[in-house]
């Protein structure tokens, strides 16, 4: 697939392209910043892809408000994006509370700065993810899935899109034993995918795999991203405020319901997903039978 290889070359370049710039830029960043030697490569290139990214879809022909899924008026897509976050919400509430339920996660001893640490996780995570649901939907729901899906069929669209997504929360740079030089940023993004060949992660793949496919059934049936940014953002709050407030409980006998990604992303948010798939696609099904009838 043209367009699958396109983006995911794309966010290759930007990768090799922070890696080959690493030394100059440590060299120059490094008493401003207190960010390890080895986790530059990776946030330089995400700065590298902010402005590459508009440049690659004016060079595809997507720099436009409908293809990149932002065609609805705007208090619309508001409305939208806000009931896709009250369902994002609601699906990880159910699935935290199942964990918590089987023991596989346990709740916080509450201390004196409990309201404090409440507030300031909620904003964090509001904030954090609406902005982490713009810029990746954007990304894969938008731009990549628009380009594949006028190629092909959406069973590409969603597969290549689920793939790539989910291959990119794995690339996890391996800390630097050395002096930086020359040759670090090679050496640690050559070192930043040990975790795509790790079995203990296979389970987490499935599970943003499946999220990925999730909401790529959600942007076919909107044709927008509305709703897939209102759903990332609320499955990021209720993430952050899961690890913020319970605990992995790794003798539990159903700890291998989770993955090692986060605690929380594994076989059972892939069985949950996957279910909740099946009912919207029934869902979908029915309406569109009910339509011809």
């Not at 009931?83 to 699906?91: D, F």
């Not at 990746?136 to 669209?157: D, N, W």
Request: glycine share 8%.
């Amino acid at each position: 697939m043209q367009a699958f290889g396109i983006f995911t070359g794309f966010l290759a370049c930007c990768l090799l392209i922070s890696a080959l710039f690493h030394y100059p830029l440590h060299l120059l960043l490094n008493d401003f910043l207190e960010v390890p030697a080895h986790k530059q490569v990776p946030r330089t290139a995400k700065l590298i892809a902010l402005p590459g990214f508009f440049l690659l879809i004016a060079w595809l022909g997507l720099y436009n408000r409908k293809k990149l899924g932002f065609g609805l008026p705007r208090p619309t897509f508001l409305h939208q994006m806000f009931i896709g976050w009250l369902y994002g919400v609601l699906i990880l509430i159910i699935l935290s509370t199942i964990l918590i339920s089987l023991g596989v996660r346990t709740l916080d001893t509450i201390d004196d700065d409990f309201l404090f640490t409440l507030a300031k996780t909620l904003l964090s995570g509001l904030i954090g993810g609406l902005l982490i649901g713009l810029i990746e939907e954007t990304f894969f729901r938008g731009a990549m899935y628009q380009a594949i899906r006028s190629q092909g069929k959406v069973l590409s669209a969603i597969t290549f899109t689920s793939l790539l997504y989910a291959a990119v929360h794995f690339i996890d740079p391996i800390k630097l034993t050395e002096p930086v030089d020359w040759f670090s940023g090679l050496q640690i993004l050559s070192g930043s995918f040990w975790q795509l060949g790790d079995e203990a992660t296979f389970d987490s793949f499935i599970a943003l795999f499946a999220v990925g496919a999730f909401l790529g059934l959600v942007r076919e049936h909107t044709n927008n991203i509305a709703h897939c940014i209102g759903l990332h953002a609320g499955w990021v709050l209720i993430i952050k405020c899961t690890k913020q407030f319970t605990s992995n409980n790794h003798g539990s006998e159903w700890a291998f319901l989770t993955g090692t990604y986060d605690g929380i992303t594994g076989y059972l948010a892939a069985i949950w997903l996957a279910l909740l798939m099946l009912l919207y696609w029934l869902y979908l099904k029915r309406q569109a039978d009910t339509a011809l009838n």
